[in-house]
């Protein structure tokens, strides 16, 4: 890995180095905090978890070829070369800076209340066509998965496109601290993380919080129809470019046909070109994430029939609005998270669909004072749709449940666990059905998909 020798990987961790001289010079081949994806060469950092510590691994490593370690702990016994920090974590973090700003590579950072996922796999889909591009993985947004991104980049790779998530005031400035971003996307200032940021003014200042360490010569480029995001006008001398369905936007779209479960049609204006395309994907806030792909792709110099097939070739995302097509159910499998924008996209979703629609849902979290309140809204939201069926779990999803109720809406079953409504569901559903299933993380709801997924087999 470029720059990373041990000598450079200690100076920049503001480290010890332990062991011989002679391995100063030698770079590390990758970096891991997982003992077990330890290859030969490797950088291993131990750091200290809730469920386990990785010190407890630091002879494992040396094993499997591992050339160093990081560790916030004396090892006197180690005769391995080692280097010791006052805190591992900080180490990971002050590492992944220092590796990132010795690439020459551009990072796109993209954070906002709701779509960060999707609107990363859109942009990284449309830039594909003519970049090498290294995206997020997974859930890997945050103060340890974003350095983990970072060390997966190669000299070979031309752009990033990292997701940056938050929960707490001063947490996206450290992300920002590390990634450096050359560009930034905002998605929107939605109800999320209430519980710690107050209110969508506090949300919309902790995001901004990337803009602290972006590239001065960088280029924003924002939900032009989110009410917050509109008012913006001039960020550290950089003019934001707008995407969105309003036609004061730089960016907006035209003809939008929805096609169900089939995704969406639509016309993109961008700068002049005209881009008639299919999202494959389902739901009209795809639209939003094709808007910020085709403006992002020609400011980059991407061909309209290049931006049209990244549009085309996008992919689900596990967990993300993945539409399983199986022999007897379709399940919306949306269960990666959930907020009460996104919630109420995915009910317009299943709408949207032909056939009896189940709605499966649970427990938002980080709703802060108004979390009652909120579900409680989203029920009666839901109630207004053209749902045949709903089923919750949870204490707050019967809040939900009780404003679906209060509209008119009858067909509901309410359980106490996820675990209880993963063993009833089987009973509930009807060949043909199309099934949504969606609610915070901490719900586990992806045991709702297992089960859904073997009795369709």
């Known amino acids: 890995m470029k720059n990373l020798t041990l000598e450079n990987i200690a100076k920049a961790c503001h480290g010890t180095y332990h062991g011989e001289s002679a391995y100063l010079s030698r770079e590390i081949s990758d970096v891991t905090i997982d003992s077990r994806k330890v290859t030969e060469g490797a950088l291993f950092i131990a750091i200290c978890g809730e469920r386990s510590d990785g010190h407890d691994y630091i002879s494992d490593i040396y094993e499997k070829g591992g050339l160093c370690c990081i560790s916030q702990k004396e090892l006197p016994e180690e005769t391995h070369p080692y280097i010791q920090v006052d805190s591992s974590l900080e180490a990971l973090k002050e590492l992944a800076e220092f590796y990132r700003r010795s690439l020459d590579i551009k990072v796109i950072g993209i954070t906002g209340s709701v779509g960060k996922t999707s609107t990363k796999e859109m942009i990284a889909s449309v830039l594909e066509q003519n970049f090498r591009v290294l995206k997020t993985s997974g859930n890997h947004n945050n103060a340890i998965g974003l350095p983990l991104t970072i060390f997966r980049l190669r000299e070979e790779h031309q ?22 971003p050359d560009i930034v996307v905002m998605t929107n200032i939605g109800q999320c993380h209430l519980e710690f940021l107050g209110s969508r003014d506090g949300i919309l200042k902790a995001k901004s919080e990337i803009f602290e360490y972006m590239n001065r010569d960088g280029m924003i480029f924002l939900n032009g129809d989110d009410d917050k995001l509109a008012k913006l006008r001039e960020i550290n001398g950089i003019t934001p470019h707008f995407f969105g369905l309003s036609h004061s936007c730089e960016a907006y779209a035209e003809q939008i046909h929805d096609l169900g479960l089939s995704g969406i049609t639509c016309t993109l204006q961008v700068n002049g070109s005209r881009i008639s395309t ?6 009209r806030h795809t639209v939003y994430n094709a808007l910020a792909g085709a403006l992002i792709g020609k400011s980059l110099g991407l061909t309209d029939d290049q931006i049209d097939r990244g549009i085309r070739a996008l992919k689900p995302v596990i967990g993300r609005e993945n539409v399983l097509r199986l022999s007897n159910l379709t399940v919306i499998d949306d269960c990666y998270n959930a907020n009460p924008v996104s919630m109420k996209g995915a009910i317009d979703i299943l709408s949207s669909a032909k056939g009896r629609k189940v709605c499966v849902l649970g427990d938002m979290f980080e709703l802060g004072a108004e979390e009652k309140r909120l579900h409680y809204e989203t029920g009666a939201y839901l109630a207004e749709k053209d749902v045949d069926l709903l089923l919750t779990a949870g204490t707050l999803a019967k809040v939900l449940a009780k404003g679906a109720a209060d509209q008119g809406f009858t067909s509901i079953h309410s359980f106490d666990t996820t675990e209880e409504l993963a063993k009833k569901i089987p009973a509930f559903l009807q060949a043909g059905d199309v099934v949504l299933v969606k609610a915070s993380h901490g719900m586990n709801f992806q045991t709702i998909v297992t089960v859904l997924t073997a009795a369709a087999i």
Do not use: C, Q, T, Y
Request: glycine share 10%; hydrophobic share 50%.
């Open 278 to 283: 299919h999202i494959p994907l389902p739901g």
């Open 159 to 180: 752009i990033a496109v990292l997701e940056m998530g938050i929960s707490e005031f001063g947490e996206m400035r450290v992300l920002s601290k590390i990634a450096r």
